[in-house]
Every structure is written in structure tokens, then in C-alpha cells.
């Protein structure tokens, strides 16, 4: 998936059921850099064939691997 603020992305996935084609249109994004870790957040709008399904939220937090 591409998350571009105010754009509609599109991907195509085969299933054994059929082609889907997914739009994806980004509201917000928004990335923070703090000390240990870095966190993204997105929402976006998912539609599928065209039509719309879901608005999404998705929130990202990577941290350092200390071993």
C-alpha cells in the first residue's frame, strides 16, 4: 500500500475468489521522532472494486533493538 496525503493510491491483489482493486485515499499522517522510538499514524479510506468499505486508522511504533 502508498499512503500520500490527499491522494487515492491504487493496488491490485489476485485471490482464488478473484482480482481485487484496492483505492486507498489518505487523510492524515502524521510521524513523531523521539528518543527510542518512532511512531507513524495514518487514516485513511479503503475501497474496494470502487466501492468504499472502511475508514482505517493505523498506528506504527518502531523501537530500538537492543541485543
Known amino acids: 500500500m502508498v499512503f500520500l ?11 482464488p475468489f478473484g482480482d481485487l482493486t484496492l483505492g486507498i485515499t489518505t487523510k492524515t499522517i502524521s510521524v513523531t521522532d523521539a528518543e527510542d522510538v518512532l511512531t507513524a ?16 486508522e493505523l498506528d506504527v511504533d518502531v523501537h530500538e533493538c537492543r541485543g
Open 41 to 56: 499514524k495514518l487514516c485513511y479510506g479503503l475501497e474496494i472494486n470502487g466501492e468504499h468499505v472502511s475508514d482505517c
Open 5 to 15: 496525503l490527499g491522494e487515492k493510491q491504487y493496488a491490485c491483489y489476485a485471490t
